[in-house]
């Protein structure tokens, strides 16, 4: 037991997870992606997919795996992947991608990179291949995402300019209203997230025609600290799309790191300069999604299911994987993400004020107004009972050192938190938390209680690291039977 030396905290067992069936709906999900390529084998997902408890996975449409023959199209492939995620209780999201060799001149076996936009050839034949493709999955299919990171030149190798992505989201969507009227189309799939350069692109999309396009505008993040800069980025990416559409969604779309980076792979992929190991990546994994749907993500996708035996024609094993290359068994980022699945499955929203507290690290200051040590916190509401995370916002490279702090918390009159109970996502370890009411009527220390005020809640001590840790209410969740 984790944190047994803590008297204020009893061991109660373990977390029992939900599984994806038994979930109604929920904003998590996991990448399926590059299956266009043959990258990894999919029966390493079956075992397990279902018992992860997400509700959304993206696959990728591989126009040249699917058209290898003018005019026809061969789904089989594709058909197998989508009947298989959606019979573990899982939703299908398809993003539209990549070009194919029979139409663009200089075009790999694979199409990657190269869009169908020079040539009314071109144009034509991809929208003949979205209709057929909506046409066939439209009675088990509702969302479609145009391409993959336009705004990088490994996935649009012509150049990356706003306009030309537009036009090609502007001849899909065309297709997809036809075919499938309520369909949600997706847009953006944008690589760099929210630096100035994809905030700029953004914009420039905006300002091509995009929102009036699409319905969902999706982002990736991938970020050696996710913290960093957000309160820069999220305030400008949310007011780019009230400015221009306020009814847009905001997905994340990918993000994720790998927990072992062979020596020839460094600096291939995203953040494979990094530290790594598997408690690394599953330390991220809980902060990125943690920090994603605390500002306003309606889905958030962990980039990816499994390890990758090879990248594209570079031929090196990547280990973005949840489950392990070697025998498809879970890594600790699986049951990370198995633990945020079960507690913030809808009815599950960002708290936007319900809640807030103050964390004091004790080692710091004697005085908790006095405190030096940042922390960060993500609140959030499933129904009237208020879920609160917390972490030290340091590097996840580094091993966690674990302090104690004390915290103030203050929840709306019309939430319950009866029974608190801590939750370690990692190791789904469940805590029975001690809690006083501190029931002066303001701040001043000095003051006497006052048996007749309500007070705020406090607890003290609770654990902090870099690892984040959840607080919610026991009626919330189940325990394992022993």
């Known amino acids: 037991m984790k944190y047994s030396s ?4 009893r061991y109660l067992g373990k977390l029992e997870t939900l599984k994806s069936k038994d979930i ?8 399926f992606e590059t299956l266009d390529r043959d990258m990894w084998d999919p029966a390493q997902a079956w075992p397990v997919l279902n018992d992860l ?9 591989g126009w040249a795996k699917t058209e290898k023959e003018r005019g026809v199209y061969d789904f089989a492939w594709l058909d197998d992947l989508v009947d298989k995620v959606i019979e573990r209780g899982v939703k299908p ?10 139409y663009t001149q200089g075009a790999s076996a694979h199409g990657v990179g190269f869009p169908p936009i020079h040539s ?8 003949a291949y979205v209709r057929a493709l909506v046409i066939h999955f439209r009675d088990r299919v509702d969302h479609y995402e145009v391409w993959n990171e336009p705004d990088l030149t490994s996935f649009w190798k012509c150049g990356p300019k706003a306009a030309d992505y537009v036009s090609l989201v502007r001849i899909t969507s065309v297709v997809v209203r036809e075919e499938q009227p309520e369909a949600r189309l997706i847009g953006g799939a944008i690589a760099w997230g929210m630096t100035p350069w994809s905030l700029k692109y953004l914009e420039d999309c905006m300002r091509a025609g995009l929102a009036d396009l699409v319905d969902v505008i999706s982002y990736h993040g991938y970020k050696s600290i996710p913290e960093r800069h ?4 999220f305030p400008a990416f949310n007011h780019i799309i009230e400015k221009y559409k306020a009814s847009l969604d905001t997905w994340q779309g990918e993000a994720g790191m790998q927990s072992r980076v062979p020596e020839q792979a460094r600096g291939v992929g995203a953040l494979s300069r990094m530290k790594s190991s598997e408690e690394i990546q599953a330390r991220m994994l809980l902060r990125r999604f943690l920090l994603d749907l605390g500002n306003g993500a309606k889905v958030c996708s962990y980039f990816h299911m499994a390890d990758f035996a090879h990248y594209a024609d570079f031929k090196q094993t990547f280990h973005y994987g949840l489950v392990r290359l070697e025998d498809g068994s879970p890594k600790p980022a699986y049951y990370a993400l198995q633990s945020l699945a079960t507690l913030l499955c809808d009815p599950m929203e960002p708290g936007l004020g319900r809640t807030s507290c103050h964390m004091s690290v004790l080692s710091d200051s004697e005085d908790p107004r006095a405190t030096k040590v940042p922390t960060w916190q993500a609140n959030f509401v499933r129904g009237n009972i208020p879920v609160h995370a917390w972490w030290l916002p340091e590097s996840v490279e580094d091993d966690p050192e674990q302090q104690q702090m004390e915290m103030t918390y203050w929840i709306d009159s019309d939430l319950k938190l009866d029974n608190p109970v801590l939750i370690d996502p990692l190791t ?7 809690v006083e009411m501190d029931k002066r ?7 006497s209680p006052d048996p007749s005020a309500e007070g705020v809640r406090v607890f003290k001590p609770l654990p902090i690291s870099t690892d984040p840790l959840l607080l919610t209410d026991l009626s919330l969740i189940a325990l394992r039977p022993t």
């Open 53 to 61: 408890g997400i509700k959304w996975a993206r696959l990728q449409t």
């Open 428 to 434: 789904q370890e469940v805590y029975a938390v001690s």
């Open 441 to 447: 009527t303001c701040a001043e220390t000095w003051m």
């Open 24 to 31: 109604a709906s929920s904003r998590l999900g996991v990448g």
């Open 93 to 102: 999201w398809l993003s539209l991608s990549y070009g194919n060799p029979l």
């Open 230 to 233: 957000t309160t820069q980025e």
């Open 6 to 9: 803590y008297s204020n905290l």
């Open 120 to 127: 009314q050839e071109e144009r034509e034949a991809w929208q």
